[in-house]
């Protein structure tokens, strides 16, 4: 099977402060890699980066396109990574606020993305967000409330739901159980596993909590400093880590 995404010395800095150095690694489609480490390890730099939400200071980030075609998308045109982000591509906030738009409905929220992608009818794009509502469990017959009056659980599905609803092949998620209640947590990633295994989507997930990396992900990486100090199938690495670091962090979660 060939990589999707191509990783090749990802670098980038801030001043003397270094936020990720030389990082390597590749994902395949339908792969959820995970990427753990503490507050400041260079994950989130990372993912920005990758997304293009950051601008990157060296190294390659290559992505293969729906006509085989391999793309560096650190240079790419704005125009160019916008479309990409419009469908292949797609981002889960940790906020979910900072991933839908506050003052419109959830239907709206959803169409929006369709409408992105040269979706004109209306009957369509609505038959398509109320089934996406059903799909990550959100009452259809909310489909004209905004996302303000929804708890943080139902945001960050309604999140989810806007950004697959195109079906895009390669998903950057950031922190996507933070601040939510453990029980909202194992409902919200029982509900992603499903739906990674079901579209066949590849991800690269960034997390503290090495439980989701466990449920979650296929490999995983652990950062530290802004540098990969271990990769592997995760299971793997979780039950026999071989960096102090990750033993240190695999210690720390079994004590919580």
């Known amino acids: ?10 670098s980038k ?6 936020g990720c150095a030389d990082v390597c690694f590749d994902v395949y489609p339908g792969e959820v890699l995970g990427i753990v480490g503490e507050s400041g390890s260079g994950k989130t730099t990372l993912l920005r980066c990758l997304a293009g939400h950051l601008e990157a200071d060296g190294g390659s980030v290559e992505f293969v396109l729906r006509d085989g075609v391999r793309r560096d998308t650190l240079t790419m045109d704005e125009a160019e990574r916008r479309q990409l982000g419009r469908t292949d591509w797609a981002f889960v906030h940790q906020n979910p606020r900072d991933g839908l738009r506050m003052a419109i ?3 709206g929220n959803i169409g929006e993305r369709l409408m992105a992608i040269g979706d004109r009818h209306y009957g369509n794009i609505r038959a398509t967000a109320t089934s996406w509502l059903e799909r990550v469990e959100i009452d259809p017959a909310r489909i004209d409330d905004r996302p303000s009056t929804f708890s943080g659980g139902m945001q960050q599905r309604l999140q989810i739901a806007r950004n697959l609803v195109t079906a895009p092949r390669l998903v ?4 996507p159980t933070g601040g939510l209640d453990v029980s909202v947590q194992a409902r919200l990633l029982d509900l992603l596993r499903g739906l990674v295994a079901e579209l066949g989507i590849a991800v690269i ?3 503290h909590d090495l439980a989701v990396v466990r449920m ?7 950062m530290r400093r802004g540098k990969v100090v271990e990769s592997g199938l995760a299971d793997q690495v979780l039950d026999d880590p071989s960096h102090e670091y990750t033993q240190l962090l695999v210690s ?4 919580v």
């Open 1 to 10: 099977m060939t990589d999707i995404l191509r990783v090749n010395g990802l």
């Open 13 to 18: 800095s801030y001043g003397n402060q270094i």
């Open 105 to 107: 409905s959830a239907g």
């Open 172 to 175: 950057f998620m950031d922190e």
């Open 205 to 207: 997930i960034v997390t």
């Open 216 to 222: 979650l992900a296929d490999r995983m990486m652990v």
């Open 252 to 255: 720390s979660a079994l004590q």
